[in-house]
């Protein structure tokens, strides 16, 4: 059993049902198309979200070249759950930093949607990613000069929404993560759980097609790293979320739908849980 705070988030159809002002977690914007040649639209598509080709990374160091990631390929479909294992320094953290487009593979595609986000121009992927990836790390990395309200919003800021409609979303996605009452708050006044559900938060402001975690309950007690991914779960079945999730629980990792297990920048195996 988890917090009773988590538990409101059963309440959450009578809060989308109850208050008209309220946008679904469902309702937002998709990925504008329409620039997208059919080049970079892979036509095979089925029902993955995010497919990984030949992915390899190459960092050159004055010590000689180091390859950190060796011709990766695994898909993901829309709605799975998948969890990223493997020992420290077996290149989980810069796989999903490729997957985000937060970082260029040395060779190797990413299809996000169909799309082959790499193909695209540098403005293009900050916009896909704005509009398509919320991302949750291990240090939440909210901005702490502002309250949880405006970090949540900033996503649907920087897409270039405003108003009333984004404040509503914001709070109701608070609401639904069990934080309400502490939109007004600093982050740094809340706990480590209360933070990470920020973070959550503001990964689902825009919608996202994906959402990326790299070790979300990394920081967090035992019980509090719980809570949290009993969220993940909760978003994961209830809202159909597509989460790909770095952890080193192993726990964790069996609770999700498909397992990566990651050794020496290669995939060791995928196990279906
Ligand atoms: N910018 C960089 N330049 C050079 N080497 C790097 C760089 N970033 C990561 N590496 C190396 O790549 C390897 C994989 O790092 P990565 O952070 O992906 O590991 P990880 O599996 O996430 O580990 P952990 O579980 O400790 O977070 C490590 O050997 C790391 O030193
Ligand atoms: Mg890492």
């Not at 919320?134 to 970090?151: A, C, E, K, M």
Request: glycine share 6%; net charge positive.
């Amino acid at each position: 059993m988890y917090s009773s705070k988590a538990n409101e988030m059963n309440d959450q159809n009578a809060i989308t049902k109850s208050d008209k002002h309220t946008v679904s977690i469902q309702n937002g914007q998709e990925y504008d198309y329409s620039n997208t040649t059919r080049d970079n639209i892979e036509e095979s598509n089925n029902n993955s979200i995010l497919k990984a080709v030949n992915i390899s990374k190459v960092y050159e160091l004055p010590a000689g070249d180091t390859a950190v990631l060796k011709n990766i390929n695994f898909s993901v479909k829309k709605g799975e759950f998948v969890s990223i294992v493997g020992p420290s320094g077996s290149g989980k953290s810069t796989l999903l930093n490729i997957i985000g487009a937060l970082d260029r593979p040395t060779a190797g595609k990413i299809y996000l949607k169909g799309i082959d986000i790499f193909s695209l121009s540098d403005r293009k992927i900050a916009k896909m990613r704005n509009q398509m990836i919320g991302f949750i790390f291990q240090s939440y990395n909210l901005i702490n000069r502002t309250t949880v309200l405006s970090n949540v919003e900033i996503p649907a800021i920087i897409a270039g929404m405003d108003g009333k409609a984004v404040t509503q979303r914001a709070l109701n996605l608070l609401k639904i993560l069990g934080i309400r009452d502490k939109a007004s708050l600093k982050p740094l006044s809340l706990s480590g759980g209360q933070q990470q559900r920020v973070a959550i938060a503001r990964a689902l402001m825009n919608n996202p097609a994906m959402i990326l975690a790299d070790e979300p309950t990394g920081n967090l007690d035992t019980k509090t790293g719980e809570d949290v991914f009993r969220l993940l779960k909760m978003i994961s079945s209830k809202y159909n979320r597509t989460i790909v999730m770095v952890t080193h629980n192993p726990d964790l990792a069996q609770e999700t739908d498909k397992t990566i297990y990651v050794r020496d920048g290669k995939i060791e195996k995928e196990i279906i849980n």
